[in-house]
Nanobody, 120 residues
Framework: QVQLVESGGGLVQAGGSLRLSCAAS????????MSWYRQAPGKERELVAR????????NYAESVKGRFTISRDNANHTVYLQMNNLKSEDTGVYYC?????????????WGQGTQVTVSS
């Protein structure tokens, strides 16, 4: 079982920055690929960024490439999302996701989400 708690959301003006954090419980954090998703009002949840279990590989949505950076600290069981040059379309609830696929099955966990609001 993995519990995820996001923090760092808030209200920021367009062009500003925010850093989201996701603290994970459990001893097997380093076995999970970690992702950030977001959901804007009236829209489906979308993948923003993903980082591999060891941190050596990252992927980003086209809309955030060059502005957002995902990173992780396996020693402290935390994943981060640095968001720069924020735009109004970045507004939404940001969710942390942990995913592991193994012989025993697929294990996936979600956090409760943190609100990000970008004013133009």
């Amino acid at each position: 079982q993995v519990q995820l708690v996001e923090s760092g959301g808030g209200l920021v003006q367009a062009g500003g920055s925010l850093r989201l954090s996701c603290a994970a419980s459990g001893r097997t954090f380093s076995n999970y690929a970690m992702s950030w998703y977001r959901q804007a009002p009236g829209k489906e949840r979308e993948l923003v960024a993903r980082i591999s279990s060891a941190g050596g590989s990252t992927n980003y949505a086209e809309s955030v490439k060059g502005r957002f950076t995902i990173s992780r600290d396996n020693a402290n069981h935390t994943v981060y999302l640095q968001m720069n040059n924020l735009k109004s379309e970045d507004t939404g609830v940001y969710y942390c996701n942990a995913l592991k696929t193994a012989w025993a099955g697929r294990f996936e966990y979600w956090g409760q989400g943190t609100q990000v609001t970008v004013s133009s």
